[in-house]
């Protein structure tokens, strides 16, 4: 189950992420901002492999009636020559030269292949501080990988990112992607019968400041309701209790 949160937003839509004919996690993303409210997955172990060399994007973006599965942006190119790709979502050009690293809200170390490699899709990134993403994100994030190898029999995991008002990726003088002001997560741990063992969220302001700030997921429950319009509500199921 995906939060309700943020699914009522204008412009917004919900993408169950599809590679080689598999469904992988679900992202709900803001076609105006291009970048995602967040992405949900559930933890997997990691065995290696699994980088992609380019980025997919999404044709359902650009056509409701085109596949719903995502595809190097290129070959979307050859299949439909002089259709434009990035109406509704970013492209990899935007972010080219940005300053900006390519930031995976659902990051491809919390996957085996082929879900690793559905991770490298553009609605599945935000541009993310550098600093921030190779260090105190990243830290965070193999953290996490060593609680729930430890502690869970299935970890269910949101990824997140908060907009700015006024900080965008500009290109040919347009606003392209916007640069989120905070990226945040929520985890919910559970063991073979389903009983609750651990849940905690997180958040970290996207600048060199570098650093996570933990929550428990009432804590971030708060913090996110301060950017939000209606009741952010429960994260997960009977808020993982």
Known sequence: MVPK??????????????????????TLYDTHHRIAVYSAYQFQESNGGGREKSWFVEPQLVNPSWQAEMKDGYWLGKDHPGVYQGERQALNED??????????????GHHAVPSR????????????????????WRIHETQLTSLF???????????????????????NNVNRVNIPDYLWNAYCCVDNNGKVIQSGGASARNTESNWVEQ?????????????????????????CR
Do not use: M
Request: aromatic fraction near 14%; hydrophobic fraction near 35%.
């Open 5 to 26: 949160w943020g699914a009522t937003a204008p412009d917004v839509v919900s993408l169950c992420q599809r590679f080689r004919n598999r469904y992988h996690f679900a």
């Open 95 to 108: 972010y080219t030269h940005s300053g900006f690293d390519r930031g995976h809200l659902n990051p491809n």
């Open 117 to 136: 490699n559905a991770t490298f899709t553009l609605t599945n990134v935000v541009p993310q501080n550098r600093k921030l993403n190779q260090n105190a």
């Open 149 to 171: 190898r430890a502690k869970c029999s299935r970890a269910y995991v949101l990824v997140g990112a908060i907009p700015s008002a006024d900080k965008w990726i500009v290109k």
């Open 215 to 239: 929550y428990t997921l009432d804590e971030l429950e708060e913090f996110l309701q301060q950017f939000a319009n209606q009741p952010v509500g429960e994260l997960f199921y009977n808020n």
